[in-house]
């Protein structure tokens, strides 16, 4: 089963604007993940949140977790165009989960 | 440093053939190992995981089996193919003791066509 779901499941920006991608989630959570797609490729892990922060920046990433709405969003600062990949959220249940549930995932497309 | 390979990348396989992707783990010890499934243009669907060798979760019952005979060793199985078993599958590592704070580390893929 899947645990969230991102939103908007596709978007289109030019270099240098900011994305905001969301995601929504059902149960409660340890914490929360972001994870980068690019076309046919692995994922790779951005950043996490811990269920007890509230916000979290890495580079031009910055994450954000409200627990009581049970979502998060991931927003992009100044994209470039090698930006372009799919990106989902990943849900982990308890400290001592073995498993992360994945969202649907959120397509972005960056144009120079 | 610690590496995963998946092999092989793609696969094309016809319907009620045997299936074997194998992902291994270097330069770790006792890795919680996945595999994952992924639909065209979807999420990621979890299918198994383990923590030890011989230590097999399952979370869909389905055509597919996993197996873990060493300790840095995944492979996915299947009997007989379906053409629902098409997709790109996932394998991912954790280092063990890590509780829920840390990310996976993912293989490159495979990406497996049923005809």
């Known amino acids: 089963s899947q645990q969230g779901e991102e939103d908007p499941q596709a978007l289109s920006i030019q270099e240098g604007e900011n994305a905001t991608m969301n995601c929504s989630y059902k149960?409660?959570?340890?914490?929360l993940q972001w994870y980068r797609q690019n076309s046919g490729r692995g994922l790779v892990h951005l950043i996490l949140?811990?269920?007890?922060?509230r916000e979290k920046h890495s580079g031009r990433l910055r994450v954000t977790l409200d627990t009581s709405k049970k979502s998060s969003s991931l927003l992009i600062t100044a994209s470039r165009a090698a930006d372009t990949a799919s990106y989902f959220c990943?849900?982990?249940?308890?400290?001592?989960?073995?498993?992360?549930?994945f969202g649907t995932g959120t397509r972005l497309q960056v144009f120079p | 440093s610690q590496t995963i390979h998946q092999w092989p990348a793609t696969l094309v396989q016809p319907v009620g053939s045997p299936l074997s992707l194998e992902c291994t783990v270097e330069?770790?010890?006792?890795?919680?190992l996945y595999w994952y499934r992924q639909a065209a243009g979807r999420g990621l669907q979890l299918l198994f995981y383990?923590?030890?060798?011989?230590?097999i979760s399952s979370e869909v019952p389905q055509n597919l089996s996993a197996s873990r005979p060493q300790d840095r060793q995944f492979i996915l199985s299947s009997k007989k193919l379906l053409l629902s078993d098409s997709g790109f599958y996932l394998c991912?590592?954790?280092?063990?003791?890590?509780?829920?704070?840390?990310?996976?580390?993912f293989g490159s893929g495979t990406r497996l066509t049923v005809v």
């Open positions: 991912a590592w954790r280092a063990p003791g890590q509780g829920g704070n840390y990310g996976y580390t």
């Open positions: 149960t409660s959570i340890n914490n």
């Open positions: 949140i811990r269920s007890n922060e």
């Open positions: 990943a849900t982990g249940r308890s400290y001592n989960t073995d498993k992360l549930i």
């Open positions: 330069g770790t010890s006792n890795p919680n």
């Open positions: 383990s923590v030890g060798i011989g230590q």
